[in-house]
């Protein structure tokens, strides 16, 4: 699917990930703020699970689309 899609995924609540790139095991997914939030809009983060070769311990940053990224027609859902 391309990002388009990806993105209405994200708002639906679904993790999504590129099968394009080249570190494998991580995803994306969509922060909506809430009361007890700092933030005040919603964002987009990246997660490397538990486990995962650059990061064992797991790590969530935020992130930011390139324009591969936002071109790519291989993104995907990820259960």
């Known amino acids: 699917m391309d990002f388009g ?5 994200l708002r ?3 993790r999504v990930a590129r099968t394009g790139w080249n570190g494998k095991g ?4 969509l922060q909506v703020p809430d009361e007890n939030s700092k933030m005040t ?3 987009i983060y990246i997660e490397y699970p538990e486990g995962h070769p650059a990061y064992p ?4 940053v935020p992130w930011l ?3 591969t990224d936002l071109l790519a027609e291989d993104w995907e ?3």
């Open 57 to 60: 311990s797991g790590s969530r």
């Open 77 to 79: 859902i990820v259960q």
């Open 12 to 14: 639906g609540g679904h």
């Open 26 to 29: 991580m995803w994306l997914k």
């Open 65 to 67: 689309a390139s324009q």
């Open 41 to 43: 809009l919603p964002y």
């Open 5 to 9: 899609a990806a993105l209405i995924a």
